[in-house]
């Protein structure tokens, strides 16, 4: 009986016919048009704080790269939270192409589901129409030329975040967590969803690390302690930045004042300067050696 190719492999080895053939049934990734780089925000659970570090992410970024324009898009289609935390409301209007033209605020493009549906309103969507919202919202949005686009992620690793990784080139991943252990267990998964998917991990953001009392000074690591510095030893990655546990980031967030903006000489705005100078360091490095 002729041998089929590569039956005599060893087991849990692909051949490369396997691997040709598993390339050709994925989708091909497609660049959106003027972006120079795509960053996803990502978290393996909710309550983090993943929109509320992508919006002043991208915010600092805007500050530490003043060459070119920053966008922020919302892919959680049924908790869309960047229109109240940019101070944004309204529809967007069509292009001639029937290209949906972003919104703007503090020098920022956006676009969310939350543009297209009532604030209030309950997004009770099957699999196929969410699918169909996630690629309109990547691939039918008028960005113009961006130095950066900011992908706030929904929480998980499920149909969504593997529809992104294979229908557009993604330059890298940011995984926020808490220190908590619950959590970080969870931003694991996320991390190793994207390698899995040739994504590389920029690094990342240790969220509500501190609380500093502001009457006496006092600080208390109410969630755990340097977590996340373990976990990105262990994944061999760098931590971009801790974020502390701040009324005025939470204030700002709610206001639609982000605190990048509203208290640009604070500790907290200097945290997500911060994280941004490291994620520009980080591109610029994968930019060389491409």
């Given at each position: ?9 060893k087991?849990?080895?692909v ?12 989708p ?17 659970k ?8 992508s919006v ?9 790269d ?45 676009m ?14 099957r ?13 039918r ?8 686009l ?18 557009i ?26 390698r ?22 006092h ?6 302690k ?42 907290q ?19 060389s050696?491409?």
């Open positions: 009986m002729k041998s089929h190719p590569g039956i005599h492999a087991k849990g080895q051949t490369e016919r396997q691997k040709n053939l598993m390339a050709r049934s994925l091909k990734r497609s660049k959106i048009p003027n972006v120079e780089n795509v960053i996803v925000v990502a978290s393996g909710g309550g983090v704080g993943k929109s509320t570090t002043n992410v991208a915010l600092a970024l805007s500050e530490v003043r060459a070119g324009a920053v966008g922020l898009l919302d892919m959680d289609v049924f908790g869309p939270s960047i229109p109240r935390m940019m101070n944004l409301t309204g529809a967007p209007e069509l292009d001639k192409d029937d290209n949906m033209i972003p919104l703007s605020n503090y020098g920022i493009k956006c969310s589901m939350g543009f297209l549906v009532e604030e209030k309103a309950a997004v009770v969507w699999g196929p129409m969410v699918m169909s919202a996630v690629q309109r919202l990547l691939l949005t008028a960005w113009g030329k961006l130095k950066y900011v992908l706030d992620m929904p929480p998980g690793t499920g149909d969504t975040q593997l529809s992104i990784s294979q229908l080139s993604v330059t890298g991943a940011v995984i926020v967590s808490t220190p908590q252990d619950i959590a970080l267990l969870d931003a694991r998964r996320g991390a190793e969803m994207f899995k998917v040739d994504i590389p991990v920029l690094g990342l953001v240790q969220n509500m690390s501190v609380f500093c009392c502001p009457k006496c000074g600080e208390e690591h109410i969630f755990g340097d977590g996340a510095a373990e976990m990105a030893q262990e994944l061999d990655v760098d931590v971009l930045g801790d974020v502390p546990l701040n009324l005025q980031i939470r204030l700002g967030a709610d206001k639609g004042q982000p605190v990048v903006l509203s208290h640009p000489t604070s500790p705005a200097r945290s997500y300067i911060h994280i941004a100078e490291k994620i520009k360091e980080k591109i610029d490095a994968l930019r050696e491409a």
